[in-house]
């Protein structure tokens, strides 16, 4: 069955901005969550989200990061995150703060 987020993520209200990535349970540092963009030059940024990359927000301080492999885009943990933390990448696209 098709599933657009793993089960140990879900969406709810951020305190960062509207929707936010949160994490449903303990999520190991160094594990790759999933895919979040793929390369496609029809969309925005040359790049088409999946769910997954739809609705992490921008920090300062993230847990996360993204990692570019070919014509894809990757979010990988940089440390541990704990259940019910907000999933959080420094935005490379653009300033969020503009």
Same mark, same amino acid.
């Given at each position: 069955m098709y599933r657009p987020l793993p089960t140990y993520l879900t969406i709810k209200s951020s305190s960062i901005d509207g929707l &936010? /990535? $949160? #994490?449903?349970d303990k999520i190991d540092a160094n594990f790759r969550i999933g895919l979040t963009h793929i390369k =496609?030059? *029809?969309f925005e !940024? &040359?790049? #088409? *989200?999946t769910p997954l990359g739809? $609705? $992490? !927000?921008? #920090?300062d301080e993230? !847990?996360?990061v993204v990692v570019y492999e =070919? =014509?894809?885009? $990757? /979010? %990988?943990?940089? *440390? %541990?995150i704990e259940s019910g933390e907000e999933i959080t990448v420094k935005y490379t696209f653009y300033n969020p703060n503009k």
């Amino acid at each position: 069955m098709y599933r657009p987020l793993p089960t140990y993520l879900t969406i709810k209200s951020s305190s960062i901005d509207g929707l &936010g /990535l $949160f #994490s449903t349970d303990k999520i190991d540092a160094n594990f790759r969550i999933g895919l979040t963009h793929i390369k =496609d030059y *029809r969309f925005e !940024n &040359g790049y #088409s *989200r999946t769910p997954l990359g739809g $609705f $992490f !927000n921008h #920090s300062d301080e993230p !847990n996360c990061v993204v990692v570019y492999e =070919d =014509d894809f885009i $990757f /979010l %990988e943990t940089i *440390r %541990e995150i704990e259940s019910g933390e907000e999933i959080t990448v420094k935005y490379t696209f653009y300033n969020p703060n503009k």
